[in-house]
């Protein structure tokens, strides 16, 4: 049987486990969301402005 591969040590991991034995963990209602999975915002141009009124 293979042995199990150690698990690397991720610097994110560990800094975010400290924080929640130091602090706790964040209500339930007060989750960051992430930016980068936002639809990007776009402006309506002014052929749009105009069809829409």
Do not use: C, F, Q, Y
Not at 21 to 49: C, D, F, Q, W, Y
């Amino acid at each position: 049987m293979p042995r199990k591969k150690k698990s690397r040590l991720r610097v994110t991991k560990e800094a975010r486990r400290r924080a929640r034995l130091g602090v706790g963990m964040p209500p339930p209602g007060r989750t960051i969301l992430n930016k980068r999975s936002k639809p990007p915002k776009h402006k309506k141009s002014a052929a749009e402005l105009i069809e829409g009124a």
